[in-house]
């Protein structure tokens, strides 16, 4: 088994371009990646305001009143 750098391909120039393009899909990617755990955290964040304001109905007055006879 040889390993000496003479065995190893040669890179040319065209290979840049295409990790140039590469990493420009992967920062995309990542953006789009931001972009979506930024909208669940918000519709999260909308869920929980929506769960802690009380409701005007019958059940906001379900257990005010506990009749306890001994």
Known sequence: ???S???LPV???G???AEV???ALAKKRQQADGQ???AL???AANVTRAAQSPS???TSTLGNNINIHV
């Open 15 to 17: 290979g840049q371009g």
């Open 36 to 38: 979506a755990a930024i």
């Open 21 to 23: 393009y590469s990493a």
């Open 11 to 13: 890179m040319n120039s």
């Open 5 to 7: 750098g003479s065995s």
């Open 56 to 58: 005007a109905g019958v």
């Open 41 to 43: 955290i918000e519709s």
């Open 1 to 3: 088994m040889n390993i």
